[in-house]
């Protein structure tokens, strides 16, 4: 299995342009979840899916990004308009219900610079 | 809301050495607490996970403990090697129910650096 894949694994956009990430997750896995890494903030989990569904986006930090799976095997995360401050590494992980006692499987990133 | 802190920030050591990494967390009401290792620019890779029943999972040189009543668990590394240089993050997962089900909150890791 080729584990979680995200693309691009690094982006630098200017202020006031939309980025898009993008996540394929593991096959079969039906839990899939966006975090964000920051040096002050650490990882911070910002939405998660499970079956393409919504279920927590209370870490969403504002209207600016938002998040869509429209079916298993891929997920976007969406900044619009983005800010200097949403400079981060940005992580996708997918997992398998009936495997949520277990680990969750991360892919390599996207380091984001906003500029 | 459950809070998650690591002890040390930072770590260097030469190598040989035993060591042990600290997490604590302020909600005792887990449902299991994972290691991760993180390496530059990578990214994060599952060490260990402890489930709340259990007391202790082992792996090759790594051992983690879990006391979830006082919401403590630690990392154990025998023999450390240049290799194990890495940043080490505790995160723990709220019990099933509601939206929190599958939800991990990461510390913000421990940076180890093994010296030859």
């Known amino acids: 299995d080729a584990g979680v894949i995200q693309s691009p694994r690094h982006e630098v956009t200017e202020m006031g342009q939309e980025v898009t990430l993008r996540c394929k997750p593991i096959?079969?896995?039906?839990?899939l979840f966006w975090y964000r890494q920051t040096m002050m903030r650490g990882l911070e989990l910002l939405i998660y899916?499970?079956?393409?569904?919504?279920?927590?986006d209370s870490g969403m930090p504002e209207d600016r990004f938002s998040a869509k799976m429209p079916n298993a095997s891929f997920s976007t995360l969406k900044i619009q308009p983005s800010e200097p401050r949403d400079s981060a590494v940005y992580f996708c992980?997918?997992?398998?219900?009936?495997?949520?006692?277990?680990?969750?499987?991360f892919g390599p990133g996207t380091r984001l610079t906003v500029l | 809301k459950q809070e998650v802190t690591q002890i040390p920030a930072a770590l260097s050591v030469p190598e040989g050495e035993n060591l042990v990494l600290n997490c604590s967390f302020t909600?005792?009401?887990?449902?299991?607490l994972q290691w991760f290792r993180q390496d530059p620019g990578k990214g994060l890779t599952s060490l260990l996970l402890?489930?709340?029943?259990?007391r202790e999972q082992t792996s090759g040189r790594l051992n983690a403990s879990l006391d979830k009543s006082s919401g403590r668990s630690t990392l154990y590394i025998a023999a450390s090697q240049p290799g194990d240089s890495a940043t080490y993050l505790c995160?723990?997962?709220?019990?099933?129910?509601?939206?929190?089900?599958?939800?991990?909150?990461f510390g913000q890791g421990t940076i180890l650096t093994v010296h030859p």
């Open positions: 992980a997918s997992t398998l219900r009936s495997r949520l006692s277990g680990g969750q499987f």
């Open positions: 995160a723990v997962r709220n019990n099933a129910g509601g939206t929190s089900y599958g939800k991990l909150t």
């Open positions: 402890i489930q709340s029943s259990q």
């Open positions: 899916f499970n079956n393409n569904v919504p279920i927590d």
């Open positions: 096959s079969g896995h039906d839990y």
């Open positions: 909600d005792s009401a887990i449902y299991n």
